[in-house]
């Protein structure tokens, strides 16, 4: 049976599109059958951070309206044979997505991914509630600031309250945290957000921090997912779907570099 993850978040900026689409294509890279939905009807940035923009005929709202099949809209990865693309319209009108639609859609990829990413638009805008309602379980990605962890709490309550399995009476969503741009000096200076001052906050599972990194915003400018480098966002990536998929993984990134602690580990070795 498919999963379906929704990769959210309250406030935007965050970097959810480069998170579905790294999440999405290490997925399909261990072998899972997996497509990656983009659900921010009128920017359609996912398209551009997997490097596949020029490929786009149809989109998510064409198959809404039956305009084209599932088949013509999807994308296949040139890179990785597992993974296919379902693009964004970049249409204005955001009501065309409608709950029953986005359900007959969901319920088609099932039938051939093994997992299906949703990148949800920032906030509790319809095409986010969409987004969210079929999920199975959430990525709920933040920055380490105080405005993102709170939106961040609101959008937990919506997953809780306004899921179809909150109102199917089902076991409720899977609630995962991540968190990007994440800067251990300037945590331990306390001028940024602790990862375990937001665990506190928010009290779902961590699953891993993405270390800032100038290489993520290059991966993503050239269309090439940071995941398939050995820099230590694309490591953090790889990580946090081991995690995910149940392995046993040590945190990483969580200490500065050449720190007390960091001198300790090493002398161990």
């Known amino acids: 049976m498919a999963r379906v993850i929704v990769v959210t978040s309250g406030k935007g900026g965050v970097g959810k599109t480069t998170t579905s689409a790294n999440i999405a294509f290490e997925l399909a890279r ?18 551009l951070v997997l490097g596949c923009e020029r490929r786009v005929v149809y989109d998510l709202v064409n198959v ?3 305009e084209a099949r599932l ?12 993974l296919a693309i379902l693009p964004a319209s970049q249409t204005k009108n955001k009501d065309v997505l409608t709950l029953d639609g986005v359900g007959r859609i969901i319920a088609e990829l099932a039938e051939e991914f093994s997992y ?3 990148d949800s638009p920032a906030g509790i805008e319809q095409g986010a509630m969409h987004a969210m309602y079929y999920a199975d379980d959430a990525f709920v990605v933040v920055n380490p600031e105080v405005s993102s962890v709170r939106d961040a709490d609101r959008m937990i309550g919506l997953l809780t309250a ?8 089902e076991p409720p969503i899977k ?8 800067q ?9 957000l602790s990862a375990d001052d937001i665990i506190d906050t928010l009290r779902i599972k961590l699953l891993g921090v993405i270390p800032e990194s100038s290489d ?10 940071v995941v398939q480098s050995k820099s230590q966002a694309g490591e953090a990536y790889k990580d946090i779907v081991g995690r995910y998929l149940g392995e046993d993984v040590p945190l990483r990134f969580m200490n500065v570099e050449g720190g007390f602690f960091s001198r300790l580990f090493k002398w161990g070795k």
């Open 216 to 225: 993520v915003l290059q991966a993503s400018n050239s269309g090439e997912p």
């Open 184 to 192: 251990p000096k300037r945590v331990a200076e306390g001028e940024m």
């Open 71 to 82: 088949s013509q809209a999807l994308i296949r990865d040139k890179r990785e044979k597992n």
């Open 64 to 66: 809404l309206q039956g």
């Open 116 to 118: 299906i990413v949703c």
């Open 175 to 182: 609630e995962y945290l991540l968190v990007t741009r994440y």
């Open 30 to 47: 261990r072998g899972h059958p997996t497509c990656v939905v983009d659900f921010d009807i009128g920017l359609r940035n996912l398209d």
């Open 162 to 169: 306004k899921s179809r399995r909150a109102q199917m009476g």
